[in-house]
């Protein structure tokens, strides 16, 4: 069984539609849970850390449930730019990081 | 602009070569990491480096060696690789080895022949 599991999509979407992805963890000890993105053929690059209490940046939301074990990135009015691969990360241990296969979004125009 | 840089950004060899993989931190971080980024598979962690110590091995075959002279600067020497060694080699850093966000390279390109 993987450690995280993502839906690899793709998820196609219109702009300015509202998309949300979830990710679950096997591990219930983990304690850290990232969201990355990652353009094709580039490096991940970090978009949100993920709280207990949940976190907003702009159009983007990240939420925990700890009891069912997974994690979700709501984007809001989305824009093309946004077309990415979205990678969850789950952290247990503090040198134990497992990423998610990612989610693959197009937002067409 | 990365703070993180790698080099080669793509490398070519065959399966009785030997090369080494360059990152270097500008950041001023402690802990470094290599990862494997293998078509359609998630990053897989291979090792991690704390204050230039290795803290964690995962499992990766001695063909892969890693060398960490000082916190600034990582390595991953390669010796007699197969054709699935074929992927994305990223290394990352983070200020602490704890559980907060790494800082990406933009990665090495490997074809094995």
């Known amino acids: 069984r993987k450690e995280v599991e993502q839906d690899p999509g793709p998820f196609n979407v219109p702009e300015g539609a509202t998309v949300a992805f979830n990710c679950t963890y096997s591990?219930?000890?983990?304690?850290?849970f990232f969201w990355y993105r990652q353009d094709c053929r580039k490096e991940p690059k970090l978009l949100m850390s993920v709280y207990s209490s949940g976190n907003e940046d702009g159009r983007f939301t990240a939420q925990l449930n700890r009891a069912s074990q997974y994690i979700s990135l709501l984007i809001r009015d989305s824009k093309l730019s946004d077309s990415a691969t979205y990678l969850c990360v789950a952290v247990y241990n503090f040198n134990k990081f497992y990423f998610g296969s990612g989610t693959k979004l197009n937002v067409k125009p | 602009e990365t703070g993180v840089t790698q080099t080669p950004r793509h490398l070519v060899m065959g399966m009785t070569n030997k090369k080494s993989l360059k990152c270097e931190q500008h950041l001023g971080h402690n802990a470094m990491y290599w990862y494997k980024q293998s078509a359609k598979k998630p990053l897989e962690l291979m090792f991690v480096?704390?204050?230039?110590?290795?803290?964690e091995n995962n499992s990766v075959p001695s063909r892969f060696s890693p060398e960490c002279p000082n916190s600034s600067h990582l390595f991953l020497h390669l010796h007699t690789l197969q054709p699935e060694d074929s992927a994305l080699y990223l290394c990352?850093?983070?200020?602490?080895?704890?559980?907060?966000?790494?800082?990406f390279g933009d990665g090495t390109r490997l074809s094995i022949l």
């Open positions: 591990n219930s000890a983990s304690q850290s």
């Open positions: 990352a850093s983070s200020q602490e080895l704890r559980d907060e966000p790494q800082h």
């Open positions: 480096y704390n204050f230039k110590e290795q803290t």
